[in-house]
């Protein structure tokens, strides 16, 4: 499967720069699957606005490949999405593993009829590049691909502007995920493509949680042979954008209007450091990031789309004064969320008619 099958209008969706959210899992008291919830959770994300939905991602729990989850999971939210709107929305699927564990996971993904693979490549920490490239190939052959960055707080490998460029020359690349949480790794993304030629084809989005309406006003210009080239980053799959998702929506417009403007308001600005605040609580900065899934998942427990904070690792809970981080930036910046909006349709999301 190549990029250039999909639908006209997909494509279109991706290269404007949408809001993707990174969605959760639902779970029961029990620790088991919760279709219901899941599929509500789809019907929010598509009724706030977002462009697609990524799942099977590490906002999902990577744990769910342990449980025989990763298909019946994949295959409620393809459902729930052809079942609740014509929207030309994205569907992302979370790949992982080694080589061969990440083309079964293609396989799946694409019989579900997701369009892209989100490859993350934590099985390669110990790995030299020319083995990454050679894995990264091995799946773009099977589906299109969004690169990841990911953090290595979080499990992430480091991976260099020279390994960026390499990757941005593989063919059914579409897009990449910048989320080192590093403005100079952020660079190197950015300069790889560049480098390759690659900035037509390859979409970039933000998953920089910490710093995402920067990401998404700056002119990030770089060299190639000795001539400045421009790229933006235009949209963002993010599990901070699995929350509050509407007023994600609305934020992203008003940095496209921004850019489009060519001036950029204080005011924006200065949404870029509450943003940033509001995600040190939801993602537990202050404790390396121990309870960022739950943290996602206390606001959705709170807004009543999930019924509690479970994740599939006990372990997986929120830390100590992480709820009251959490209503605190909730109180300070009430424009960053919707739970109005939320409370208005929760009863038609959670209703169990539909696919």
């Known amino acids: 499967m190549q990029w250039t099958d999909w639908p006209g209008e997909v494509l279109k969706t991706l290269r404007k720069g949408v809001v ?37 991602v590490h906002t999902t729990q990577f744990e769910i490949r342990n449980v025989g989850l990763y298909e019946p999971v994949l295959e409620t939210v393809a459902g ?14 979370g790949i992982i593993g080694t080589t061969k564990a990440a083309i079964r996971e293609a396989h799946i993904s694409r019989s579900l009829g997701y369009h892209a693979g989100l490859l993350n490549l934590a099985a390669f920490r ?5 083995e990454i490239i050679a894995h990264c190939r091995a799946i773009a052959s099977e589906i299109p691909l969004i690169g990841f960055y990911m953090q290595t707080a979080v499990g992430g490998v480091y991976l260099s502007a020279r390994f960026w460029h390499r990757f941005a020359e593989i063919e059914n690349v579409v897009a990449i995920k910048i989320a080192p949480f590093n403005r100079y790794q952020t660079l190197d993304v950015i300069r790889g493509v560049v480098a390759a030629g690659a900035e037509d084809r390859i979409s970039l989005y933000t998953g920089n ?21 421009m790229v933006r980053i235009v949209g963002g799959l993010l599990g901070h954008w699995s929350v509050w998702t ?17 001036h950029i308001d204080d005011d924006l600005l200065a949404l870029d450091s509450q943003v940033t605040d509001a995600n040190a609580a939801l993602f537990d900065v202050e404790n390396d990031f121990a309870g960022c899934i739950a ?19 006990p372990s997986e809970t929120l830390s100590p004064g992480q709820k009251e981080k959490l209503a605190r930036v ?20 959670l209703d169990t008619g539909g696919s």
């Open 20 to 56: 993707i959210p990174a969605s959760p899992l639902a779970l029961d008291q029990n620790r088991q699957f919760d279709p219901r919830r899941q599929r509500a959770l789809a019907r929010y994300y598509m009724d706030a606005g977002s462009g697609g939905i990524a799942i099977g």
């Open 80 to 93: 729930a999405m052809a079942a609740w709107t014509d929207r030309p929305l994205l569907k992302i699927a």
């Open 126 to 130: 110990d790995a030299g590049e020319d």
């Open 209 to 229: 949680d910490d710093h995402i309406v920067a990401d998404l006003v700056t002119p990030f210009t770089v060299s190639r042979r000795g001539e400045m080239v």
């Open 246 to 262: 509407k007023a994600a929506v609305e934020l992203l417009e008003k940095c496209h209007q921004t850019v489009g403007r060519g």
């Open 295 to 313: 943290g996602v998942h206390e606001v959705l427990r709170h807004q009543g789309l999930l019924e509690g904070t479970w994740c599939l690792n």
């Open 330 to 349: 909730c109180a300070d910046y009430p424009h960053l969320i919707d739970d109005r909006f939320v409370a208005e349709n929760l009863t038609r999301w």
